[in-house]
């Protein structure tokens, strides 16, 4: 259990880390870590975590029970201001990517910028996630 606790830990970037590798977590050390917690807590975790797995509104609803009962307040989704705030991230893309004329600065933002305009979400990636980021636009 102590390795399964170590890749969680490491899976998170700590600004003190030297390792800028990420280590993944398979869905059977996730089940395993929301069962390790005490009481109320691996239950709301477990019902998360099993949601990863399924759909949306699952996975949204158990998030906010796990954060209630962590004291925790999340904010509601605002589609309007979303969809506001999608529209000038796309226009500040696009007039950075008629400005810019370095390549090397310019590939990052015309990525995102076809991200958005593919999937209608924004994105903001380091440089070294950028060839997994082309390859799904694929």
């Known amino acids: ?20 590798e990420s280590i993944s977590v398979t869905p059977g050390e996730r089940i395993a870590l929301a069962k390790s917690l005490p009481g109320s807590l691996s239950s709301r ?6 949601a990863l797995e399924g759909k949306v509104e699952i996975f949204i609803s158990s998030l906010d ?16 201001l979303e969809r506001t705030r999608l ?3 796309r226009k500040d893309l696009t007039s950075q990517v008629s400005a810019e004329s ?3 600065s310019l590939l990052p ?3 995102s910028l076809l991200y958005v305009q ?4 924004a994105l903001q990636a380091p440089g070294r996630a ?9």
């Not at 029970?65 to 309007?80: F, I, P, R, S, T």
């Open 1 to 20: 259990m102590y390795d399964v606790h170590n890749k969680l830990k490491n899976g998170f970037e700590v600004e003190e880390s030297q390792n800028s």
């Open 45 to 50: 975790d477990l019902a998360l975590v099993e």
């Open 65 to 80: 029970e796990m954060a209630e009962d962590n004291g925790l307040l999340l904010k509601k989704l605002d589609k309007k």
């Open 87 to 89: 529209h000038s991230y």
């Open 102 to 104: 370095d390549p090397v």
């Open 109 to 111: 933002k015309v990525v």
């Open 118 to 121: 593919i999937h209608n979400r």
């Open 130 to 138: 950028i060839s997994v980021v082309v390859s799904r636009l694929k």
